[in-house]
């Protein structure tokens, strides 16, 4: 399976959408786009999990460096819509200790109009 992405800003919220499979091989297709989510301080952006069904390491690097610059520019990030297989990933990686999520796309979006 491949994978596939697609940005989308919505009255003001960056929206990413992920498809297949995020890995070594595809991971760095997806990094400059990460790195334009938080270029504006508190800008807000969810990630959308929804499509996407594998991530390795280097995929959560990429949403670990995300959650990072959200937090230096005072933005917010959220994840949302992370299938079973995805989420087992992140809770064993600790990383839904430390990162928002939201079952999905439109509780996510809420979650961010609310702030």
């Known amino acids: 399976m491949n994978f596939d992405y697609t940005l ?3 009255d003001g919220l960056k929206q990413l959408h992920l498809s297949g499979r995020l890995d070594s091989a595809t ?4 990094e400059k786009t990460i790195n334009t989510l938080f270029e504006s ?9 929804s499509g996407l069904s594998y991530i390795s390491s280097a995929g959560l690097r990429l ?3 995300a959650a990072k610059r959200a937090r230096q520019c005072g933005g917010r990030l959220i994840l949302c819509g992370l299938a079973p297989t995805v989420r087992d990933v992140f ?5 839904l200790k430390i990162m928002e999520t939201a079952d ?3 509780a996510a979006v809420a979650l961010l109009q609310a702030a």
């Open 63 to 65: 949403i670990l460096v």
């Open 104 to 106: 999905s796309q439109e």
């Open 41 to 49: 301080k508190q800008d807000r952006a969810l990630i959308d999990f």
């Open 8 to 10: 989308q800003i919505v």
């Open 91 to 95: 809770e064993i990686s600790g990383f």
């Open 27 to 30: 991971s760095m297709a997806l």
